[in-house]
């Protein structure tokens, strides 16, 4: 679990299925154009992931839907968070390549 700190209230973070799998298909995708780019990747999504308690005014992609850009690769990490929960949902990882219909908001 991690646990961050908004304001006075700490929020976890969770990470859905959906996420998961765009992490795993982005990680096994590096990892196939040079070993350890993969691990680079994950490396980066942690950190981005920690990072989400400082940027609770992140630019709101869809109603409360958030997104959170990546420097070095070209993804973005779409999140909500649920204040009656205190928890910060990653809800996909999204390859800003792709066809921006095909947002997961």
Same mark, same amino acid.
């Given at each position: ?21 765009? !992490?795993?298909? @982005?990680?096994?995708? $590096?990892? /196939?154009? =040079?070993?350890?780019?993969? %691990?680079d990747f ?12 400082? !940027?609770?005014? @992140?630019?709101?992609? $869809?109603? /409360?839907? =958030?997104?959170?850009?990546? %420097? ?34």
């Amino acid at each position: 679990k991690y646990f961050f700190r908004i304001g006075f209230m700490t929020y976890k973070v969770r990470i859905t299925l959906n996420a998961k799998n765009d !992490i795993k298909e @982005a990680v096994a995708y $590096y990892e /196939s154009k =040079r070993d350890g780019l993969g %691990k680079d990747f994950l490396t980066e999504f942690k950190s981005y992931k920690k990072l989400l308690s400082s !940027i609770v005014t @992140a630019r709101i992609w $869809y109603k /409360s839907m =958030r997104g959170f850009p990546m %420097k070095r690769f070209p993804y973005t990490l779409f999140y909500s968070i649920d204040e009656s929960v205190a928890t910060i949902f990653i809800t996909g990882v999204f390859c800003q390549y792709k066809n921006p219909d095909s947002y997961p908001v």
